[in-house]
Every structure is written in structure tokens, then in C-alpha cells.
């Protein structure tokens, strides 16, 4: 497949998968001729942190890259912990799979990261992952993240992105650790004219997590648990779309996963601050999203997983044979789909909530605040 | 903790509209800036000032409750750190004011013994400077307005944006094209609750002021204090204003933008 240059292109092309299987190409210009008038689009506004840090490890003064890959929540004040990934010497040139161990790390290690200092408090059960503590209040670690921390690159982009070629049109507050690229699909006109076709906009934020560890032990673990916030706004508007036999169409995997999480908990949307924990594949019952507008993935990756919930095997492989036939470009940059749930797949009425549980994890589930 | 991440109700009192407001000020350790930063602080609002000086940063963040964010907005490399600490020290962002402005050269000089490279600083610093750094705020800024926090940018003008003063090419030249990029923005912004004002805070008694005219009269000059009540009530009135909006308003305004596009 082509793989697309880091910036938004006014010929991106998208493939619409319809609940029956049929497919229709398009151009991304066109999404909204595929939506109707009382459908609700719903993106993830989450801002991109710049979360690879290069730096030396202490005990060893090797090199190493520390790429941030999750918070414990969303709130600003609260920023000197974090799981990160750690790389050994080498760029973004190579693969990730590529990519060296770094060192043994052990708890109790230092790192230098630039301006910022950081310890291992844990290693988490493999040797790239870790619990990092910054030595530094919140706000030091924002001002050092700013000016040391890079985006996470891709060895399919030649060129460095910066912080402007990852932040989406509509990026808000940044706690995304890689873009929540679907968004992409979304400029200002983009949004203008879903408002006057009388289709609704709103959004969610979800700390969008790494989308590759480069070792496949670790990458079957993905997506890492996501904090996610639901504003009460769009919770409502969401509960408004589906009592009006509107649609809810998901810009990205990561609001399907916030919504889906949100919705097992009480079967509706409520606004408020969770985690989503849970995976999402071919048994998961879809409760609220209706459609899913996402980037082209491979078949065995965690957002291809996630597009089995919506529509059956096979109308997934021969859209992915399209995909490869008409030369759409693939990766975060690339050109996007739109999947509508298939007809036999569950709808909210004939979901038991029990079904969905069982693709949980054990992790506690932390409810959301009561639904207003 | 993450239950109790909630940016959209934060203590905003029903009195002041400033109260618990998220308010960004460009050159804020100095003249005007300063005198916002202290204002929209003792109106209850949380501020981030940037500003070019660490010093500077350090001294007035230390000396009061603002978060101090190093940056240049004349740099294009500099716009999404600042942005990025904006958003991520305050949550999100309600208010945005590019204050932070270049005289071009000093002392003032003729337009035809002005240096291109004199003309080029005042553009990059009162004109492409806050187009981009608006540009990669305004997705916080239409999220807070989503959430109904209401969301405006104030450029600072001046009356050299309107009148040809001698001597005041680079400077009231950067400054229309600045006031003109507001009346735009606020034409296709309001489709998503976004409030773009252009205000002349009147001359004042500020070092920008006193290095483009050393001999004025300070006693005739306007205290920077006095302006920023006044640019902050203005601010208050915008966001009274935008309470009453909501998304569907903005229908008008956006089949407007896709006629003007297509």
C-alpha cells in the first residue's frame, strides 16, 4: 500500500463499508453525503503530547528513548507519573520492531530526559515497559515536555513530524500519546457542513495510547487501559441521537472504546471520567455506535479487531482487498473508512449487558459520574 | 484523581463571568500584559502568561498565582510548545489574548527608511504570531465553547490600525492586517461559539509606548491597569453574550462558510 505524507490532503479518499456489506468510494470531502440529517458525529478532541524523550540511562549512560504510552488520569495537575516504553539507541528511521532492548532497567534507576529527571519506580512484567516518576512538579514536567519531547515518529514518514503535523484541526487538551488520526478526516469546513446538513458534532477526550510497542508480547496487550472524559454535553446529545432514531458515528476507535465503556457500565452514555479497560472484536455487542470512521488497519492489529464488532469477516476482507485495488493510502496519514455496524449485529434492545462484561477485564471498573 | 477531572465545572461564580475562566495572555510580564495577568487574576480567573524572558517568566509567575510559559509566538517553533503547556497546565482554554506585540523599528521610522527586516519582526510578532498560535487553540477554544464555558480571543489593536500616523508603518500596518484577520475570523467562527474581538486598549503608559515616543507626556497617557479593566469587562460582556448560544444558532452562519467555499 502507499503510504501518505505527514499533512492533510484534499484528494484523501474514503472507502464506506454499508451495514449490508456493499462498498462506495468516495472522497473524504464527501463523508457527509453518507450521513443523515439527525446523526450525531462524535470525535475525540484529545491534543497530542510530544511523549518521545531521548535521553541516558543512569546506571549505564546508555542512550535510550522513553516514549510516555499512559497516565493514570486526564488531569493537568497531575503529570508526574507515567508507563513509558523504553527503547534502546537508534531512531525512528528503523522500525520499531527493529528497534534495540534498551538496558536492564531496574526500579530505582535514574533517567536523564533531557531537562527533566526521571526515576523507575516499577518494571511492568517486560523489559521495555515501565512505571516512570518525574523528579519535578507538574508543571516543570509540562515546560520540559515542550521543549525536549518530540511526537512518537514512524519509520513510514522519511521526514520528522513535529507537533503540528499530529495535532488534529480540532485538537483540544493534550493527552494523546500518538494522534487520534481518524480526526484528521475533520477540518473546519468538514464540521461546517455537517452543521448545516443538520448532522450534530460533539466530542469526547481519550488519552489515545501508543499504537505499536515493536515487540509482539506487548502489542498483543494493546490498547493499554485509556482514561477518557465525557463531556455532559455529549453525553446528552448522545441520548437525544438514539431517542430520535438518529445515529451515533464514531470518529476513530478511541470513541468507540470511550462510548462502549461508558455505555456497559448503565447500558447509556453518562458523562464523566472513566477508564476503558475493555478489548473490542468480533463477539463484542455494540450499544450505542452505529458507525465508525476510522484510518485503514491491518488484520491482526487491536483497530482492525475493533472494526470485526461492526460489520462480518468477509465484507471486511473484500473491503480490504478495495483498499489494496484502488491504491488508499494506509497509516496514521493515510485515507479513511467508514464502517457502518452491520444489520445483524447487535443492536442496544437485544444486547444483555452480561455479554459485554465478559470482554472486559478484571480490572475494577470505576463508574462514571450519575447520569443528569 | 480521574473521578474528579471534570474541566467543565470548575468553580465559575455567577457574579463575574471571569471567575474560574482559563484565560492564555501573550506578553504577559510587561505594560498591558501584566496589568491583564494581575486583573484576570483578582477577578477569580486562572491564568498562563508567555512571554520571551525566562527572568522575567520566573519573576512575575513567582509574584503571582499565573503559570509562566517561555516562548516567542514571533517563532513558528515556539507556537505549539506554548500551546501545548496552555492547554495542558490549564485543561482547555476559554480566552486567548494575543497581546504581545513589536513596534517594528526603533526609534519609529519612515516606511521608506524602514528595514524590510523591521517590517517582517512586526508581522511575525502582531500578525502571523497570533494567527497561529489562535489557529492551534481554537480546537480547545470550540471545546470550551461546545461545553458552554463560552470561548473568545481578544487581539490587542491600537488606533494605528485605523489611522495613518507618520512613522508608524510597520507597527499600524501589522495591526490592520491583524484587526481585519479578527473581523474574518469572527464572521466564520461564530458558527461554533467562538468570539473574536479587535479592541484598541487606547495609549497608554507603557514601555512599548515610551520607546516609540521618549518625550509624551506620561501624565496624558492612560494607566495599563485602567485598560485592562476595560478589555477584561469587554471580555465579560463577550462571554454574557455567548450563554445564550447554542450549537444549532450556528447553522446560518455555517451554510454562509460552505457557499463562500464551494
Redesign the interface.
Given at each position: 500500500m502507499i503510504v501518505a505524507r505527514p499533512r492533510q490532503r484534499a484528494d484523501a479518499k474514503l472507502l464506506v463499508v454499508g451495514a449490508d456489506g456493499s462498498l462506495s468510494h468516495a472522497t473524504r470531502r464527501e463523508l457527509p453525503e453518507f450521513l443523515r440529517r439527525g446523526d450525531l458525529v462524535v470525535a475525540n478532541?484529545a491534543?497530542t503530547?510530544?511523549a518521545s524523550l531521548h535521553g541516558v540511562h543512569g546506571p549505564t549512560c546508555a542512550a535510550i528513548e522513553v516514549r510516555l504510552a499512559g497516565r493514570?488520569?486526564?488531569?493537568?495537575?497531575?503529570?508526574t507519573q507515567c508507563t513509558a516504553l523504553v527503547f534502546g539507541a537508534g531512531d525512528f528511521h528503523g522500525r520499531t520492531e527493529d528497534r534495540a532492548l534498551p538496558p536492564a532497567l531496574a526500579a530505582g534507576d535514574r533517567l536523564t530526559l533531557g531537562p527533566l529527571q526521571a526515576k523507575i519506580e516499577r518494571v511492568l512484567a517486560h523489559p521495555r515497559l515501565v512505571e516512570l516518576r518525574f523528579n519535578a512538579s507538574s508543571?516543570e514536567v509540562?515546560?520540559g515536555?515542550?521543549?525536549h519531547g518530540r511526537p512518537i515518529q514512524y519509520a513510514h514518514v522519511p521526514e520528522p513530524l513535529?507537533?503540528?503535523d499530529v495535532?488534529?484541526?480540532?485538537?483540544?487538551?493534550?493527552v494523546a500519546f500518538e494522534p487520534p488520526s481518524a480526526g484528521f478526516a475533520l477540518d473546519?469546513?468538514m464540521?461546517?457542513?455537517l452543521?448545516?446538513r443538520?448532522i450534530?458534532?460533539?466530542?469526547l477526550t481519550h488519552a489515545a495510547g501508543i499504537s505499536s510497542t515493536g515487540d509482539s508480547a506487548l502489542d498483543a496487550r494493546l490498547p493499554f487501559v485509556e482514561?477518557y472524559?465525557i463531556?455532559?454535553?455529549?453525553a446528552r446529545a448522545i441520548r437525544r441521537t438514539r431517542d430520535r432514531g438518529g445515529r451515533a458515528i464514531a470518529v476513530g476507535t478511541t470513541v468507540v472504546r470511550a462510548l462502549e465503556h461508558a455505555a456497559a457500565l448503565r447500558g447509556v452514555v453518562c458523562a464523566?471520567?472513566?477508564?476503558a479497560d475493555q478489548r473490542i472484536g468480533a463477539g463484542t455487542v455494540l450499544n450505542v455506535v452505529d458507525a465508525v470512521l476510522s484510518g485503514t488497519h491491518e488484520p491482526g492489529t487491536s483497530h482492525y479487531e475493533l472494526l470485526r464488532a461492526f460489520i462480518d469477516d468477509s465484507s471486511l476482507r473484500e473491503a480490504g482487498a478495495a483498499l489494496d485495488a484502488h491504491g488508499y493510502r494506509t497509516h496514521e496519514f493515510g485515507d479513511s473508512l467508514l464502517v457502518e455496524r452491520g444489520e445483524a449485529r447487535g443492536a442496544a434492545a437485544n444486547a444483555p449487558l452480561a455479554r459485554q462484561r465478559e470482554h472486559q477485564s478484571s480490572r475494577t471498573i470505576?463508574s462514571p459520574?450519575p447520569c443528569r | 484523581?480521574?473521578?474528579?477531572?471534570?474541566?467543565?465545572v470548575r468553580g465559575r461564580s455567577r457574579t463575574d463571568p471571569l471567575s474560574g475562566l482559563r484565560i492564555a495572555v501573550t506578553g504577559g510580564t510587561r505594560g498591558l500584559g501584566h496589568a491583564l495577568v494581575r486583573a484576570a487574576l483578582a477577578r477569580g480567573a486562572r491564568v498562563a502568561l508567555v512571554a520571551r524572558d525566562p527572568d522575567r517568566v520566573g519573576r512575575v509567575a513567582a509574584a503571582t498565582e499565573a503559570?509562566g510559559?517561555?516562548g516567542d509566538v514571533a517563532r513558528k517553533?515556539d507556537?505549539?510548545?506554548?500551546?501545548?503547556?496552555i492547554?495542558?497546565?490549564?485543561?482547555?482554554l476559554d480566552c486567548l489574548v494575543n497581546n504581545a506585540s513589536s513596534l517594528g523599528p526603533v526609534p519609529l521610522r519612515l516606511l521608506g527608511d524602514t528595514d524590510c527586516e523591521d517590517l517582517e519582526v512586526a508581522l511575525a510578532t502582531n500578525l502571523v504570531g497570533p494567527f497561529r498560535l489562535t489557529k492551534?487553540l481554537?480546537?480547545?477554544l470550540?471545546?470550551s465553547a461546545?461545553?458552554?464555558r463560552g470561548a473568545v480571543v481578544l487581539n490587542v489593536s491600537s488606533d494605528a490600525a485605523h489611522n495613518p500616523y507618520v512613522g508608524w508603518g510597520a507597527y499600524g500596518a501589522s495591526k490592520a492586517a491583524l484587526h481585519h484577520l479578527s473581523r474574518i475570523w469572527q464572521e466564520?467562527a461564530s458558527?461554533?461559539g467562538v468570539c473574536f474581538l479587535s479592541l484598541d486598549p487606547g495609549d497608554m503608559d507603557t514601555e512599548l509606548h515610551a520607546l516609540a515616543v521618549p518625550d509624551a507626556n506620561r501624565s496624558m497617557l492612560k494607566r495599563p491597569e485602567a485598560a485592562a479593566d476595560d478589555l477584561l469587562d469587554a471580555i465579560a460582556q463577550a462571554l454574557a453574550k455567548r450563554a445564550a448560544w447554542r450549537?444549532r444558532s450556528?447553522?446560518t452562519?455555517?451554510?454562509k462558510?460552505?457557499t463562500s467555499?464551494s
Amino acid at each position: 500500500m502507499i503510504v501518505a505524507r505527514p499533512r492533510q490532503r484534499a484528494d484523501a479518499k474514503l472507502l464506506v463499508v454499508g451495514a449490508d456489506g456493499s462498498l462506495s468510494h468516495a472522497t473524504r470531502r464527501e463523508l457527509p453525503e453518507f450521513l443523515r440529517r439527525g446523526d450525531l458525529v462524535v470525535a475525540n478532541d484529545a491534543a497530542t503530547l510530544p511523549a518521545s524523550l531521548h535521553g541516558v540511562h543512569g546506571p549505564t549512560c546508555a542512550a535510550i528513548e522513553v516514549r510516555l504510552a499512559g497516565r493514570r488520569t486526564l488531569a493537568a495537575t497531575d503529570f508526574t507519573q507515567c508507563t513509558a516504553l523504553v527503547f534502546g539507541a537508534g531512531d525512528f528511521h528503523g522500525r520499531t520492531e527493529d528497534r534495540a532492548l534498551p538496558p536492564a532497567l531496574a526500579a530505582g534507576d535514574r533517567l536523564t530526559l533531557g531537562p527533566l529527571q526521571a526515576k523507575i519506580e516499577r518494571v511492568l512484567a517486560h523489559p521495555r515497559l515501565v512505571e516512570l516518576r518525574f523528579n519535578a512538579s507538574s508543571a516543570e514536567v509540562w515546560a520540559g515536555i515542550a521543549r525536549h519531547g518530540r511526537p512518537i515518529q514512524y519509520a513510514h514518514v522519511p521526514e520528522p513530524l513535529a507537533l503540528w503535523d499530529v495535532w488534529i484541526p480540532i485538537a483540544a487538551t493534550p493527552v494523546a500519546f500518538e494522534p487520534p488520526s481518524a480526526g484528521f478526516a475533520l477540518d473546519w469546513r468538514m464540521i461546517a457542513a455537517l452543521c448545516e446538513r443538520g448532522i450534530g458534532f460533539v466530542t469526547l477526550t481519550h488519552a489515545a495510547g501508543i499504537s505499536s510497542t515493536g515487540d509482539s508480547a506487548l502489542d498483543a496487550r494493546l490498547p493499554f487501559v485509556e482514561p477518557y472524559f465525557i463531556p455532559a454535553l455529549t453525553a446528552r446529545a448522545i441520548r437525544r441521537t438514539r431517542d430520535r432514531g438518529g445515529r451515533a458515528i464514531a470518529v476513530g476507535t478511541t470513541v468507540v472504546r470511550a462510548l462502549e465503556h461508558a455505555a456497559a457500565l448503565r447500558g447509556v452514555v453518562c458523562a464523566g471520567a472513566s477508564f476503558a479497560d475493555q478489548r473490542i472484536g468480533a463477539g463484542t455487542v455494540l450499544n450505542v455506535v452505529d458507525a465508525v470512521l476510522s484510518g485503514t488497519h491491518e488484520p491482526g492489529t487491536s483497530h482492525y479487531e475493533l472494526l470485526r464488532a461492526f460489520i462480518d469477516d468477509s465484507s471486511l476482507r473484500e473491503a480490504g482487498a478495495a483498499l489494496d485495488a484502488h491504491g488508499y493510502r494506509t497509516h496514521e496519514f493515510g485515507d479513511s473508512l467508514l464502517v457502518e455496524r452491520g444489520e445483524a449485529r447487535g443492536a442496544a434492545a437485544n444486547a444483555p449487558l452480561a455479554r459485554q462484561r465478559e470482554h472486559q477485564s478484571s480490572r475494577t471498573i470505576r463508574s462514571p459520574a450519575p447520569c443528569r | 484523581m480521574a473521578q474528579t477531572y471534570n474541566p467543565a465545572v470548575r468553580g465559575r461564580s455567577r457574579t463575574d463571568p471571569l471567575s474560574g475562566l482559563r484565560i492564555a495572555v501573550t506578553g504577559g510580564t510587561r505594560g498591558l500584559g501584566h496589568a491583564l495577568v494581575r486583573a484576570a487574576l483578582a477577578r477569580g480567573a486562572r491564568v498562563a502568561l508567555v512571554a520571551r524572558d525566562p527572568d522575567r517568566v520566573g519573576r512575575v509567575a513567582a509574584a503571582t498565582e499565573a503559570h509562566g510559559i517561555v516562548g516567542d509566538v514571533a517563532r513558528k517553533e515556539d507556537i505549539h510548545p506554548i500551546a501545548l503547556q496552555i492547554t495542558g497546565l490549564l485543561g482547555g482554554l476559554d480566552c486567548l489574548v494575543n497581546n504581545a506585540s513589536s513596534l517594528g523599528p526603533v526609534p519609529l521610522r519612515l516606511l521608506g527608511d524602514t528595514d524590510c527586516e523591521d517590517l517582517e519582526v512586526a508581522l511575525a510578532t502582531n500578525l502571523v504570531g497570533p494567527f497561529r498560535l489562535t489557529k492551534a487553540l481554537l480546537g480547545a477554544l470550540a471545546a470550551s465553547a461546545r461545553e458552554n464555558r463560552g470561548a473568545v480571543v481578544l487581539n490587542v489593536s491600537s488606533d494605528a490600525a485605523h489611522n495613518p500616523y507618520v512613522g508608524w508603518g510597520a507597527y499600524g500596518a501589522s495591526k490592520a492586517a491583524l484587526h481585519h484577520l479578527s473581523r474574518i475570523w469572527q464572521e466564520e467562527a461564530s458558527a461554533l461559539g467562538v468570539c473574536f474581538l479587535s479592541l484598541d486598549p487606547g495609549d497608554m503608559d507603557t514601555e512599548l509606548h515610551a520607546l516609540a515616543v521618549p518625550d509624551a507626556n506620561r501624565s496624558m497617557l492612560k494607566r495599563p491597569e485602567a485598560a485592562a479593566d476595560d478589555l477584561l469587562d469587554a471580555i465579560a460582556q463577550a462571554l454574557a453574550k455567548r450563554a445564550a448560544w447554542r450549537p444549532r444558532s450556528g447553522a446560518t452562519a455555517a451554510a454562509k462558510i460552505q457557499t463562500s467555499l464551494s
